[in-house]
């Protein structure tokens, strides 16, 4: 079992940045990939950014490029989501995802873990 635990959400303007940490436990995870989605009300759950753990290979969605950065920390078993230039359309509960899976997938059903999720609210 992996456990996923979000924080770092709240309310920003637009423009503004925000991080947001997702510190996970219960497995070595050198095998694994992490993924940040989000969904705003009444929508699915999009694909945000992904990162495979052993070797820092990223991916993100169209909607991320240039204005989000998916990082990781070894040391501290956690990965961030680094969000510059926030937007309104930026506002959703954003989730932190697992799966042992050395590809990166886009599609939230190939994750097997999921946190509880962190609110981000971004004011026009």
């Known amino acids: 079992q992996v456990q996923l635990v979000e924080s770092g959400g709240g309310l920003v303007q637009a423009g503004g940045s925000l991080r947001l940490s997702c510190a996970a436990s219960?497995?070595?995870?050198?095998?694994?990939?992490m993924g940040w989605f989000r969904q705003a009300p009444g929508k699915g759950r999009e694909f945000v950014a992904a990162?495979?753990?052993?070797?820092?290979?990223?991916r993100y969605a169209d909607s991320a490029k240039g204005r989000f950065t998916i990082s990781r920390d070894n040391a501290k078993d956690t990965v961030y989501l680094q969000m510059n230039n926030l937007k309104p359309e930026d506002t959703a509960v954003y989730y932190c995802a697992a799966d042992r899976n050395v590809m990166l997938p886009t599609t939230s059903s190939r994750y097997h873990y999921w946190g509880q999720g962190t609110q981000v609210t971004v004011s026009s």
């Open positions: 990162i495979r753990w052993s070797g820092g290979t990223t």
């Open positions: 219960g497995r070595t995870l050198s095998n694994y990939c």
